[in-house]
Structure formats: structure tokens, C-alpha cells
């Protein structure tokens, strides 16, 4: 399975951004797909999960009724939705693909990432 993030850029306080995430390949055996990103000097970190049967969701708390994560299917696709950006989320947010069953906020629990896409957020 092949991800490939999208969507990156630069912002100001307060603004939105929506980053895409396009699967290929053997996709059929994925069935959660997630975003996480990672600080300079931090460790990685989650932000949303999407169960891809029937839309289930997990959020971090820091990001709650800010983000929404969405995805298609037939696209085989994934979305990540952000609105009211802080520049505390200045960071390289990747896309990731599990095989598991649980919207999982354990980086270790994914099998497939992609290379990432940069967001900052000026203040």
C-alpha cells in the first residue's frame, strides 16, 4: 500500500487548510486510516482515526471541533480537514494506514505511511 499526503502549506492563526491522502495499491487490506504529525523535537503524534467500513472516528482532545477526518472510498482517499489553526500545530502531518480494526492512536498499530506534508502556522 502506497500513501501519498497532500495539502500542506502555510497559514495564519485562524485559518483553515484541508489535506488530502490518496491510497494505491493492495488497499483492500487496510481498514483504518489515520493522521498523525510531528513537531520539530517531538515525537510523533496522533491527531484522527477513520474506520473505512463504517466511519468511525477518534480525535485528539487538542484537536477536537477543529478537525475533521473524512474519507472515500471509491477514491480510496482520505481527508483531514482543519479549521481555527493555532500555530501550536506547525508541524509535518502524515497519513497512515492500519490493517487492525480500532481507531488506534498508537503510531505503532499502523503498517503504511506516507512521506508527509508540511503545515505552519504563523502567528
Known amino acids: 500500500v502506497q500513501l501519498q499526503a497532500s495539502g500542506g502549506g502555510l497559514v495564519q492563526d485562524g485559518g483553515s487548510l484541508r489535506l488530502s491522502c490518496a491510497a494505491s495499491?493492495?488497499?483492500?487490506?487496510?481498514?483504518?486510516m489515520g493522521w498523525f504529525r510531528q513537531a520539530p523535537g517531538k515525537e510523533r503524534e496522533f491527531v484522527a482515526a477513520?474506520?473505512?467500513?463504517?466511519?468511525?472516528?477518534a480525535y485528539a482532545d487538542s484537536v477536537k471541533g477543529r478537525f475533521t477526518i473524512s474519507r472515500d472510498n471509491a477514491r480510496n482517499a482520505v481527508y483531514l480537514q482543519m479549521n481555527n489553526l493555532k500555530p501550536e500545530d506547525t508541524a509535518v502531518y502524515y497519513c497512515?494506514?492500519?490493517?487492525?480494526?480500532?481507531?488506534?492512536?498508537?503510531?505503532?498499530?499502523?503498517?503504511?505511511w506516507g512521506q508527509g506534508t508540511l503545515v505552519t502556522v504563523s502567528s
Open positions: 497512515a494506514a492500519s490493517t487492525g480494526y480500532g481507531t488506534n492512536s498508537d503510531p505503532a498499530q499502523y503498517n503504511y
Open positions: 477513520i474506520r473505512r467500513s463504517n466511519g468511525i472516528t
Open positions: 495499491g493492495r488497499t483492500f487490506v487496510t481498514n483504518v
